[in-house]
């Protein structure tokens, strides 16, 4: 492993120039933990959960970010909004830099950036009901509003809950219910931005696709950014304008929703793509099986984190860590870390 | 019910296994919940049935009523039959059942974490399932049949796995060693229920496949219970769709993708968000939820959700009802079955 931290500026490799509709953009972001053990628990060893990652969201836009468990996503998407402090890196929201800010600029940038998680039987407090859950936000950010049992309502109608359930307790609703209490409490104070968990991830599909709808209705309406994270490909292509695919990580494939799916680069990519079941079964595929298992991000592989098991692997992949850049055709704004094709 | 047309779209062999009309109930502090309320279906030998549902709608409660290992005391058959070999299952006695079960009929579940015994090493676990129902093996027979099980199952260090702790393996690993466990046997009929729904999706496709080749080379059932519909589409030769403990629909699965006929059915297809759509489109849904057991509708169980329902929907439960093509059956009003 190479110090991510000696090689400035990060993330050049990515569209970074603050456009002004650029709402919040990522630079060189990484984050390890520290692993412990021995009699002392003294340090033995560093977890790379998320190692110099760069992106930038418009507004209004999705960006859905893939991987499989392990992957750092979620590592990711707690960093962006402050709730891990990153090793190194920035985050910009409007250009601001946030994620070395103290704990009262944190607070007025959580007004902007919202968090919905992906269990909606842990994320809500048992212990409140509905209307407290939602009316907390206003004290805490001091904002007028809130007082009344109608615009507490209103904001549950609009989710598509009933105003009456205000008095209800959490374990009352159903998981589809309870992610859209989830997702009222985090349009509550109108934020800009929205880092969605895995949020339909616990709910069946016919509740999953209300869900899904809910949010595309919501963005449209309100002009909602999502950084959306989840497993499940199929979830990520219908709400995505565009697509980073991760790996131990550090994002392999990062590419326009539609370009990421005709014509995946990055042989892990491929290979996400070919696993999935369609249900249709006259869809006969060419599957890529692959080998073996995610190594541990203790110890991550040296060189392209995919070498062990890629199908094409060649001798520098072992030893040279591919970049990611943007493929070799003009103004191509579809962007892979391989060797193969540098 | 009419048993006689109970058939497979593969082939016109008899069943292996038919289950005919099972109700399951459970006794809860509601009172007493049907489960599972009159499903019938049939698997013919060798092919791979799968049913599909999403929660609470029985899938589970039926495999583990067909394999005899209902939570005790709260869950009973109430009525019906389960037909395996020519015995009906829920009159055996336990020491006839265990002759079947983990014998001839294995079942692997969802997490293997949980199946598994987090204190004893792989290997005597392995070990276990030969001892007890390959009883003439000698110590050293035993070890061996465990690695080439092991082997078999896709895991190239069988001696290392077999000296771990499952605690020790990933979930992928685990899965194979459940695999490994459950076919020790050579059974008739794998039961998987929701195998791969805990693991990434590439290390899905690679059990999958793996169980598949098993099934091959082994000429076994499988019974495949998952909620995701592309899970069914490429891996079963017929499927049963559930809803509130009912069989609302089966067929082969061709039929079933091509030309579903229950408005559920119909419903659950099309809400899958597929790859080809315009992304930011509206799915269709299917508006309302499941009902918990308790509280589900008279008649047609889905009339509450049902953007087709008419009166007689409320009243008494749809009948089975032949559609198009043989095998395909559907329990809908809309087909026109008469109460």
């Known amino acids: 492993m190479t110090d991510s931290r000696e090689k400035q500026p990060k993330g050049r490799h990515i569209d970074l120039s603050l456009k002004p509709d650029t709402i919040l953009s990522v630079m060189g972001l990484t984050k390890h933990f520290p692993v412990r053990g021995g009699i002392f628990l003294g340090q033995t060893g560093v977890v790379h959960a998320v190692d110099d990652v760069s992106f930038s969201i418009k507004k209004g836009e999705t960006l859905g970010l893939v991987g499989e468990s392990g992957c750092g996503k979620t590592t990711l998407g707690r960093c962006v909004v402050g709730l891990y402090p990153p090793t190194s890196g920035t985050v910009f929201l409007h250009g601001k830099n946030i994620a070395l800010g103290n704990p009262r600029q944190m607070k007025s940038m959580r007004l902007q950036m919202q968090m919905i998680f992906q269990d909606p039987f842990e994320s809500l407090n048992a212990r409140h009901t509905v209307g407290e859950i939602l009316r907390e936000k206003y004290v805490i950010h001091g904002r007028k509003g809130g007082k009344t049992d109608k615009e507490i309502g209103a904001l549950l109608e609009r989710v598509g809950l009933s105003g009456d359930d205000i008095h209800r307790f959490p374990h009352e609703f159903s998981g589809g219910q309870r992610q859209r209490i989830g997702i009222a409490r985090a349009i509550t104070l109108d934020p800009e931005v929205i880092i969605c968990d895995e949020p339909v991830s616990a709910l069946d599909v016919s509740v999953q696709s209300q869900i899904l709808n809910l949010m595309v209705t919501l963005q449209r309406e309100m002009g909602l950014t999502y950084l959306f994270i989840s497993h499940d490909l199929a979830v990520v292509k219908h709400v995505s304008d565009r697509i980073a695919v991760m790996y131990l990580g550090k994002i392999v494939e990062y590419a326009k929703a539609r370009s990421l799916y005709e014509t995946p680069y990055h042989p892990y990519t491929r290979a996400l793509l070919s696993a999935i079941p369609l249900p249709d079964p006259l869809a006969r595929k060419q599957r890529i099986i692959l080998k073996g298992e995610v190594p541990s991000p203790e110890n991550p592989p040296l060189g392209c984190r995919f070498h062990t098991r890629c199908p094409h692997v060649m001798d520098r992949c072992s030893k040279v860590e591919p970049l990611l850049k943007p493929l070799k055709v003009q103004g191509s704004t579809h962007f892979t870390a391989c060797h193969l094709y540098s | ?339």
């Open chain 2, 1 to 339: 019910m009419v048993i006689s047309s109970l058939s497979s779209s593969k082939g016109t062999s008899p069943p292996l296994l038919k289950v005919d009309t099972l109700v399951t109930a459970f006794d809860t502090e509601n009172g007493r919940v049907h489960a599972v309320d009159g499903a019938s279906f049939a698997m013919a030998p060798g092919s791979t049935l799968g049913i599909v549902g999403e929660s609470g709608c029985g899938k589970s409660v039926t495999a583990l009523s067909i394999m005899g290992l209902l939570p005790q005391p709260s869950g009973r058959i109430v009525s019906g039959h389960i037909f395996f070999d020519g015995k009906d299952l829920p009159t055996l006695s336990a020491g006839e059942m265990q002759a079947i079960r983990g014998r001839r009929m294995t079942m692997i579940f969802q997490e293997p974490m949980t199946a598994l015994n987090p204190v004893h090493r792989i290997g005597s676990q392995i070990n276990e399932v030969y001892a007890i129902h390959l009883s003439k093996m000698t110590k050293k027979q035993r070890r061996k049949a465990a690695m080439t099980m092991l082997l078999d199952v896709g895991i190239a260090d069988p001696l290392m796995v077999m000296d771990n702790y499952p605690h020790q393996l990933s979930g992928g690993m685990r899965q194979r060693v459940m695999i490994a466990m459950a076919l020790a046997s050579s059974p008739d009929i794998l039961i998987a229920d929701e195998p791969t729904t805990a693991l990434d999706v590439t290390v899905q496709a690679q059990i999958l496949e793996l169980i598949k080749s098993l099934q091959e080379r082994m000429g076994m059932s499988v019974l495949l219970i998952t909620h995701d519909l592309g899970v069914i589409a490429e891996n079963c030769d017929d499927a049963v769709v559930m809803y509130g403990g009912r069989v609302v629909e089966r067929a082969g699965v061709m039929d079933l993708f091509k030309n579903p006929a229950h408005p559920y059915t119909i419903g659950l297809i099309s809400s899958i968000p597929g790859l080809a759509e315009k992304p930011k489109s509206l799915l269709p849904t299917i508006k309302g939820r499941v009902p918990s057991l308790d509280k589900m509708p008279r008649g047609c169980r889905f009339s509450n959700r049902c953007s087709h329902v008419m009166d007689i929907c409320h009243t008494v439960p749809p009948p089975e009802t032949k559609v198009g093509s043989p095998g395909h059956f559907a329990s809908c009003y809309l087909l026109g079955g008469k109460p």
